[in-house]
């Protein structure tokens, strides 16, 4: 029961305990050595996330083949020539509902530039967008349509009312062909259709709504209420194409779609997570600092060794006393 033995036991007694992880020493010392790796794994994730597994783009709608080589047949060779059939019947609706009329419209042919023979519907059809104006083809009920039905179906849709949505890269005013019909002038834009193809579509205006950028290089969403007129060959950079024509009083504005700069639904779980992720940092540093300053109750172990050395010295001058 030495000072010595005492000090040994009382070691091998204190290294045997169980170790007290509920003490606050221990907890902030658990606490910082599981976060900072947790926070890294996070972090790594994140960023295997955005560059592995990225949020799937938008399907991109087949291209069309609209060059005019694929859609009239190769240029007569030689001292050939072509002769054009004469116009069918035209598949439409009743005449009153036609932006021309029947004999005027079954002249025009697809798959070519403009022609003398076109001018006749095409002013009869700037008269008809005169005399309604906007608001009645709205109230009207235009027939919604994508770029394939005007493209591999220009005979049904001669003359009719249709409604397109897109995206205008392009918008000039061009001057008329001489006439008698007060047409001087006409906006003339190239329409990227919704949901594609990358094939434009030629949009002809008589005015433009009040605000609308003009020029070579826009970016302006529009929908265009108004008459379909013929597929129109034109010099493209690369060859000759065609691109359908709708006829309209003028486009109307639509407001710019807001699209998540990020991945979208992965990228808000991963900010989320990250955004709570720190907050836990900062709470638990805040908690660890209090729990430093909050004074501990004392926990020492009692030494056994001491207190019965005392216990018999005291009994030992008891006797002495006594005797």
């Known amino acids: 029961m030495s000072g010595g033995g005492g000090s040994v036991d009382r070691d091998s007694s204190a290294a045997a305990r ?7 020493p221990d907890r902030r010392r658990l606490f910082w050595s599981v976060m900072p790796a947790a926070a890294a794994i996070v972090l790594g994730l994140g960023w295997i996330e955005r560059t592995w597994f990225a949020a799937p783009q938008r399907p991109i709608a087949d291209e069309v083949d609209t060059r005019l080589d694929a859609v009239a047949g190769p240029p007569p060779a030689g001292d050939e020539i072509v002769i054009e059939p004469e116009g069918l019947p035209l598949d439409a609706p009743p005449a009153a509902a036609l932006s021309a009329s029947r004999e005027a419209l079954a002249r025009v042919r697809d798959a070519t530039f403009f022609r003398a023979a076109d001018e006749e519907a095409w002013f009869q059809t700037w008269n008809t967008l005169r005399a309604a104006g906007l608001a009645a083809f709205r109230r009207a009920g235009p027939q919604p349509v994508a770029f394939r039905e005007l493209f591999g179906q220009p005979r049904s849709f001669r003359g009719r009312l249709v409604a397109m949505r897109g995206t205008l890269h392009r918008l000039e005013e061009l001057p008329a062909p001489a006439n008698d019909h007060g047409v001087e002038r006409y906006w003339q834009g190239w329409l990227e259709p919704e949901g594609g193809p990358s094939s434009p579509v030629v949009v002809q205006a008589l005015r433009l709504p009040a605000g609308m950028p003009t020029g070579l290089s826009i970016d302006e969403p529009v929908e265009v209420i108004g008459y379909f007129f013929k597929n129109y060959a034109y010099n493209a950079a690369d060859t000759i194409r065609v691109a359908p024509v709708i006829m309209a009083v003028e486009p109307i504005r639509r407001p710019r779609p807001v699209a998540p700069a990020g991945g979208g639904t992965g990228s808000t779980v991963l900010t989320t997570l990250l955004a709570a992720t720190l907050v836990s940092l900062i709470g638990a540093a805040w908690v660890g600092s209090r729990a430093t300053r909050r004074p501990v109750p004392s926990s020492a172990m009692v030494d056994l ?10 009994g030992e001058a008891t006797k002495t006393t006594e005797a």
């Open 305 to 314: 060794d001491a207190v019965l050395s005392v216990g018999a010295a005291a």
């Open 18 to 24: 169980p170790r007290n992880f509920l003490a606050p």
